[in-house]
């Protein structure tokens, strides 16, 4: 039975007064006995919230890292900076990033095992396009991203990989895939993990759905057979987020 992971991506919201603030709130009101629960931060929040969720079982995540180990790579976080100031997942390549800031399946793949290398967890997103999906190659697409992504992993390093489906047309705009979509592309991505790794790591790998999940629509769909949690932008930042991680 895989436990539930539930993930808040608060992106470029929040200064660190007003991250403690909202931690503190999220932190004496969810539920993190069914379910794991992360507040993933802009950087200069992870030190301040981790102060807060201190003692609890809310875990943090960073929203990005870079894979060299360090250098001369002037604005970057390194994974053993994330590490040290108490951070236990990190996102990588979220569709934000790959849209904005170039990031490749390349670069994700070099993340993901950066960030395991420092007994970390990935987040891994993957998703298409509206225009991808409307030209009946999402699968394709998808299964790319997962190949590309976890290329090179163990089995034992793969099944900690926590994957987040995140049709990119439903980040942010308020146009949840359905239940039917989100749980056949989730039921794909497993497949494709145990094409390359056996049943035994895809039965164990967790596949999070994202892109407007809500207090109304997250019983549906976390009760979908291969959907083991959401990641989630918008609401992660309002007491909504309560509702959702206690679905
Ligand atoms: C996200 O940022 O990963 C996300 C899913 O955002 P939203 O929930 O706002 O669609």
Redesign the pocket.
Same mark, same amino acid.
């Given at each position: 039975m895989r436990r539930k992971i539930i993930a808040g991506?608060w992106?470029m919201n929040k200064t660190p007064a007003e991250a403690v603030s909202l931690a503190e709130m999220l932190r004496d009101r969810v539920n993190t006995d069914n379910a794991d629960v992360v507040f993933c931060v802009p950087a200069i929040d992870i030190i301040p919230v981790a102060e807060v969720v201190k003692g609890t079982n809310i875990a943090i995540g960073a929203e990005n890292v870079h894979y060299e180990e360090s250098g001369a790579y002037t604005g970057e976080i390194s994974a053993l900076m994330l590490k040290e100031a108490g951070v236990k997942y990190v996102?990588a390549g979220? !569709?934000?990033r790959r849209e904005y800031f170039g990031e490749t399946n390349t670069m994700v793949n070099k993340k993901v095992k950066k960030i395991l290398e420092h007994g970390m967890i990935p987040i891994m997103?993957c998703g298409e396009t509206l225009e991808q999906r409307e030209m009946g190659i999402t699968l394709e697409h998808i299964r790319i991203q997962i190949k590309k992504g976890l290329y090179g992993l163990t089995a034992d390093d793969a099944e900690k990989v926590i994957i =987040?489906y995140?049709p990119i047309w =439903?980040?942010?705009?308020?146009k949840t895939a359905t239940s039917g979509q989100a749980q056949e592309v989730c039921a794909a991505i497993r497949k494709t993990v145990e094409e390359i790794y056996g049943s035994k790591t895809a039965e164990k790998i967790r596949i999070q759905y994202?892109? !407007?999940?809500?207090a109304k629509n997250a019983a549906e769909l976390f009760s979908m057979p291969d959907i083991d949690g959401?990641?989630?932008?918008? =609401? !992660?930042l309002k007491e909504e987020f309560e509702k959702i991680v206690n679905y």
């Open positions: 991506n992106k996102i979220h !569709s934000e997103c =987040a995140e =439903a980040i942010g705009t308020g994202g892109g !407007s999940v809500n959401g990641l989630v932008g918008g =609401a !992660s």
